[in-house]
Each structure stands twice: as structure tokens, then as C-alpha cells.
């Protein structure tokens, strides 16, 4: 388990951000319980993981305001949650904030934390209950840390898949139908990327410009590669999210390209003189 000094950050690191890109051995998958909890909900009351298993199967979400993996895979979730909400318990996990900034730093109160949750679900329409962990971060960290991941459990409260990022919607509209229908999704883990990382990318400017320029700033420090592709995908935002980024990397390909041409063109003319 990571050390509460790690784990509630100010300013995110490349370490942090590499992290994120892959499980830890030994955290909760396919087979496992999910850990039991009480925490409160961002509208008031608690919620109770005892409550819901016994009755029904439970989708619990991570994400955070400042998290553009959140703000990418929430209509997604949404439209999954509008198929299979009746079945399954919906349930965010506000966590970390994931792109802390002096707007929206990186809550050391609750009081802070279950605002930052509340203005998470209203900012993104929410339906579903948004649970708020504790400062330390204690059970975000007994399920592995990860900024968007997912878990999705039976009746009985067994982990019968999970998914690096909620994003992969694909992956994780299968599992929804399996377990509405009492059966065992046919894949039980997902760590694609591509889709939902693409996502991510495409609203990653506008989430830390929301945040504060300390996170835009950090952003630039921790991954310059992908600063760089969120800024120029930023241009082209009345696309969706994952075309913003497809076309940012093809405005880079295009770029590269063209500089190329330019500079053989220029060693060309320099020995025919």
C-alpha cells in the first residue's frame, strides 16, 4: 500500500501517471471480494456496500473533478447505466483528484472532498450515488489507486471484472449484459487503452484548465508528449473527445511530415549548387 504522504499529492509526477497505466499484483480482480465500506455520499446519507450486495450486482466507478479519464468516460457511463441501471448499482468512487490545481487543489478535509464530489455529479449529470473515500484515500488504495478504474461484482459482492479505465465501454457494456442475465462475463479484465486514453486526451485541457494553471503546468512537467497532443486537440473540440485527439495526431503526423519535405527539399537544392 502506498504511504499517505504519496498518495495525496499536490502536483502529479511522471511516476504517478505511469502507475496508472497497469494493475498492481495482489489488488482486487476477477474472483476476489471487493472490499466492504461505509462512506458518505456526496448529496448526504451513507453508502453502504452491505446494503447492495445480497440484492443486487454493483458497478463501482473511480473518478475525480480533475480527472479527464472521468470527464471522457462519464456520458458513456451513463448510456450503460440507462441499459443496465435497473439490473446493476451504479456507484462512483470519488478518489484523489487526479490533476490538482489551486481551483480545485487537493482536498485534506472531507468537507472539501464531498464538495468536490458534489460538484463532480452535478457538473456531469450524474444519476447514479457518488460515494466520497476518506482523505488517505483508504479504500482507493486497497483497490489499487487507479484514477477511472472500474470493478463489477455479483449478488454476493465477488468481483467478476474490472477494467483499468471505464472508458472501454465495449469491454465493459458485455460484462453488464452478462451479469444482468446472471451469467459470468465471457472477459473478466480489460486494460485496453488506446479508446479510452484517446478520450481522455481529447477533454484533458479543458479538466485542467478548470483545475488551475498549476495543473495545466504540472501536466507539461510530468508528460510533455501529452500536453502537447491534449493542446492541439483542444482546437478541435465540437469534435467528440477521441476524434479531437485522432485529429491532433494527425495534425502532428501532417507537421513532421511537412518539415521533412521541407528540409530534403532544402539538402537537395544545397548540392545541386
Not at 9 to 34: N, Q
Not at 65 to 81: D, F, G, W
Not at 142 to 171: C, F, H, I, M
Not at 212 to 219: F, I, Q, T
Request: glycine share 8%; aromatic share 6%.
Amino acid at each position: 500500500m502506498t504511504s499517505t504522504s504519496d498518495y495525496v499529492y499536490d502536483h502529479v509526477e511522471a511516476s504517478t501517471l505511469h502507475k496508472d497505466m497497469a494493475f498492481r499484483p495482489g489488488t482486487p480482480g476477477p474472483g476476489d471480494r471487493l472490499p466492504v465500506f461505509d462512506l458518505p455520499a456526496a448529496t448526504g446519507g451513507r453508502i453502504r456496500s452491505n446494503a447492495i450486495t445480497g440484492h443486487k450486482p454493483m458497478l463501482l466507478v473511480c473518478g475525480s473533478y480533475t480527472c479527464p479519464m472521468t470527464a471522457a468516460s462519464n456520458p458513456a457511463l451513463k448510456r450503460l447505466h440507462r441499459r443496465y441501471g435497473g439490473q446493476v448499482v451504479f456507484v462512483m468512487l470519488h478518489v484523489r483528484e487526479a490533476h490538482p490545481g489551486e481551483r480545485f487543489d487537493q482536498p485534506h478535509d472531507m468537507d472539501t472532498k464531498i464538495r468536490n464530489a458534489r460538484i463532480l455529479k452535478e457538473r456531469d449529470s450524474l444519476p447514479w450515488a457518488v460515494a466520497v473515500d476518506d482523505t488517505q484515500g483508504t479504500l482507493h488504495q486497497q483497490l489499487d489507486e487507479k484514477p477511472n478504474a472500474v470493478w463489477l461484482t455479483d449478488r454476493e459482492g465477488t468481483v467478476v471484472y474490472r477494467a483499468l479505465w471505464a472508458g472501454d465501454d465495449e469491454s465493459l457494456g458485455d460484462a453488464l449484459e452478462a451479469v444482468s442475465r446472471g451469467r459470468l462475463p465471457k472477459k473478466r479484465e480489460s486494460t485496453a487503452r488506446l479508446k479510452p486514453m484517446a478520450a481522455g486526451i481529447g477533454v484533458m485541457r479543458e479538466v485542467t484548465q478548470r483545475s488551475g494553471k498549476r495543473a495545466e503546468a504540472d501536466l507539461w512537467k510530468a508528460a510533455p508528449p501529452v500536453a502537447a497532443l491534449a493542446r492541439i486537440a483542444d482546437f478541435y473540440r465540437p469534435l467528440p473527445p477521441h476524434w479531437r485527439t485522432a485529429a491532433a495526431a494527425a495534425t502532428i503526423g501532417l507537421g513532421v511530415t511537412a518539415l521533412v519535405g521541407a528540409l530534403t527539399s532544402a539538402r537537395r537544392s544545397t548540392r545541386r549548387r
